[in-house]
């Protein structure tokens, strides 16, 4: 299993960037997916996930900004970042499950427990500037 992060960038407020994570040993669509944000000096925070059939949830600090995605034929999963802001200056890290995301969680519009994520990419630095 391997998943590899691309996209990262510095962009100014208000800009775009769009993170992509290329899988290998498994197929995407059929475990939970996340993009996950890390801050030096804070705790990992999820971002976004999406289940097998295709349903996102969102961390409320990123709702009606980002949108994540998956290409099953290119078994790659994408984060569009749109009105960044400097908060969302952080290193990214795409994850998998080794099963789907928790349906009570889904149900709920939370994030699936990070500790169900075992597999992990490298990340991809994304800053942004004021």
């Known amino acids: 299993v391997q998943l590899v992060e691309s996209g990262g960038g510095s962009v100014q407020t208000g800009g775009s960037l769009r993170l992509s994570c290329a899988a290998s040993?498994?197929?995407?669509?059929?475990?939970?997916m996340a993009w996950f944000r890390q801050t030096s000096g804070r705790e990992l925070e999820g971002a976004a996930t999406?289940?097998?059939?295709?349903?996102?949830v969102y961390a409320d600090s990123v709702k009606g900004r980002f949108t994540i995605s998956r290409d099953s034929a290119k078994n790659t999963l994408s984060l569009q970042m749109n009105n960044l802001v400097p908060e969302d200056t952080a290193m990214y890290y795409c994850?998998?499950?080794?099963?789907?995301?928790?349906?009570?969680?889904?149900?709920?519009?939370?994030?699936?427990?990070?500790?169900?994520?075992?597999?992990w990419g490298q990340g991809t630095q994304v800053t942004v500037s004021s």
């Open positions: 994850a998998a499950a080794e099963d789907d995301c928790m349906v009570a969680a889904q149900a709920l519009g939370i994030m699936t427990p990070v500790h169900l994520f075992h597999n």
């Open positions: 999406i289940d097998s059939e295709g349903t996102s």
């Open positions: 040993g498994f197929a995407i669509s059929t475990v939970c």
